[in-house]
């Protein structure tokens, strides 16, 4: 499975971005979906899951609220809206899968090559 992360770019506070994930390849399901980003000088960190059907949602505290995951399995594509953007928001933003129904304890499986977010103040 291949995935490419799009929809990234520089947004003022309090604005918003909806980046997309495509994935091709042998996308087959079920495989569940996330999103995680990296700052500059920091570790990645998760932001946001959601199940194979598209029924169940995780987000970390940083972003909920705030952040709203989607999927279109139809088209293979996954979605995260970003509302009310700060600067603390500002990272790479990395699409990744994990082949099953929901996420578990254990590395994702794929990864897609990340787009930059960044918040201006």
């Known amino acids: 499975v291949q995935l490419q992360a799009s929809g990234g770019g520089l947004v003022h506070v309090g604005g918003s971005l909806r980046l997309s994930c495509a994935a091709s390849?042998?996308?087959?399901?079920?495989?569940?979906m996330g999103w995680f980003r990296q700052a500059p000088g920091k570790e990645r960190e998760f932001v946001a899951a959601?199940?194979?059907?598209?029924?169940?949602?995780y987000y970390a505290d940083s972003v909920k609220g705030r952040f709203a995951i989607s999927r279109d399995n139809t088209h293979d594509t996954v979605y995260l809206q970003m509302n009310s953007l700060n600067p603390e928001d500002t990272a790479v933003y990395y699409c990744a899968a994990q082949q099953g129904l929901w996420i578990q304890g254990r590395d994702m499986d794929y990864w897609g090559r990340g787009t930059q977010v960044t918040v201006s103040s």
């Open positions: 959601i199940r194979w059907s598209g029924d169940r949602t």
């Open positions: 390849g042998r996308t087959a399901g079920p495989y569940a």
